[in-house]
């Protein structure tokens, strides 16, 4: 039987996971024009002035979600250090 605890606890905390992401509302503000204004080496003070808040956070990682497409953001003391735009 604690194998079945075991598994079950494994499969809410991904589907939890994956909720916490997919379940965001898209933020508006997260578009093709605003990801380019991103640059490496800026302060994510910056950023936020530009993006908000992140939709998710993972280690050094901030997502923002947009309705067309995702910006990740590879954080390192406070600074942009890699920035991506997923479709």
Sequence with gaps: M???RSVLLAGAMAIGGLGVFSGCAANPR???DSYERIREGM???EVEQ???KPS???KDKCYYK???GTIR???EHGRVDDVDWKD
Excluded: N, P
Aim: overall charge neutral; proline content about 0%; hydrophobic content about 45%.
């Design 2 to 4: 604690k194998w079945v």
């Design 73 to 75: 953001i590879e954080v």
């Design 43 to 45: 302060a994510m003070e």
């Design 66 to 68: 947009g309705e067309y």
């Design 56 to 58: 998710y956070k993972h």
């Design 50 to 52: 530009i993006l908000g």
């Design 30 to 32: 997260v578009t093709r």
